[in-house]
């Protein structure tokens, strides 16, 4: 049943494969001629490699999870999530490098458990030759060009010695100001952005990552890999996990002194 015991061996190796069904159709929509492209609602865009990407996803989902849910960015969520198994979908994080060419796109699928915490999530960037993932309990892996290994967060314990990494000064609101004078007291940032900044963080090759304003598809799967490579996961205020509307992840170190710096009470 839904709300019993798992086996997230079993879980993680159908987040992989969901992942490979994800990687083949993406990447042959990948810079194709006649890629349709829509705007949502909201005026961001929307591939039909996108969409088919989630219902590749959830018919497979469907198949093989028959009693749990789904959540995706393109075709929404149930009415009600409460005491159930989550799948966590976002079939194209970074539509607009998609679109423009960029490589620095990737398939996002977490696994929620009832309590609402993330136990299972797979990032997938075939154009970048990567892939992320991990499962509660057991650690965090990557997989470039075909070499596996176990990735941790790095041990820098001073902002001054600090690289921080986010996709732009959209979003941030009365805490632009202070982030932006955080900037002139670290020792490195780069604009990586999206689902890339966030892995950075767990393979220990960047500090911290954040970003103002996601959605709990942009979060979820980093959630757990972070975490399980040492690191933490929060929302701007601190509050943790994917929930929070934003995200910090970190190497743990750092967490608390960052969240200062940009807390609208905090430092100067």
Not at 129 to 150: I, L, M, P
Not at 193 to 200: R, T
Not at 205 to 226: N, R, Y
Request: charged share 25%; glycine share 8%; with cysteine.
């Amino acid at each position: 049943m839904s709300t019993g015991a798992r086996d997230l061996n079993s879980d993680l190796d159908l987040a992989l494969h969901l992942a490979k069904i994800a990687d083949e159709i993406s990447l042959k929509r990948y810079q194709a001629l006649d890629l349709v492209i829509e705007t949502k609602p909201d005026l961001s865009p929307v591939t039909d490699a996108d969409k088919a990407v989630e219902k590749a996803i959830r018919d497979e989902i469907a198949k093989l999870r028959p009693q749990d849910l789904v959540v995706g960015e393109e075709f929404g969520s149930p009415d009600s999530l409460a005491g159930k198994y989550y799948w966590v979908i976002d079939p194209i994080d970074g539509t607009k490098n998609y679109l423009r060419g960029v490589p620095t796109w990737a398939t996002l699928i977490g696994l929620v458990d009832p309590t609402g915490a993330v136990v299972v999530g797979v990032v997938s960037a075939p154009a970048l030759s990567r892939r992320w993932w991990a499962a509660t309990g057991k650690g965090a892996k990557c997989e470039f060009a075909g070499e596996v290994k176990e990735i941790r967060v790095s041990k820098v314990s001073k902002l001054s010695d600090a690289s921080i990494s986010y996709s732009d000064l959209i979003g941030w609101g009365e805490r632009k100001a202070k982030f932006v004078s955080l900037q002139e007291k670290i020792w490195r940032t780069r604009g990586h952005g999206d689902f890339w900044s966030h892995m950075l963080v767990a393979e220990g090759a960047v500090d911290i990552a954040v970003e103002p304003s996601l959605s709990l598809w942009d979060m979820a799967a980093l959630d757990v890999i972070v975490r399980e490579a040492g690191g933490k996961f929060t929302n701007i205020d601190g509050q943790p996990g994917p929930h929070g509307a934003s995200a910090i992840s970190s190497n743990g170190l750092l967490h608390l002194d960052f969240l200062d710096q940009i807390s609208l009470k905090g430092a100067n």
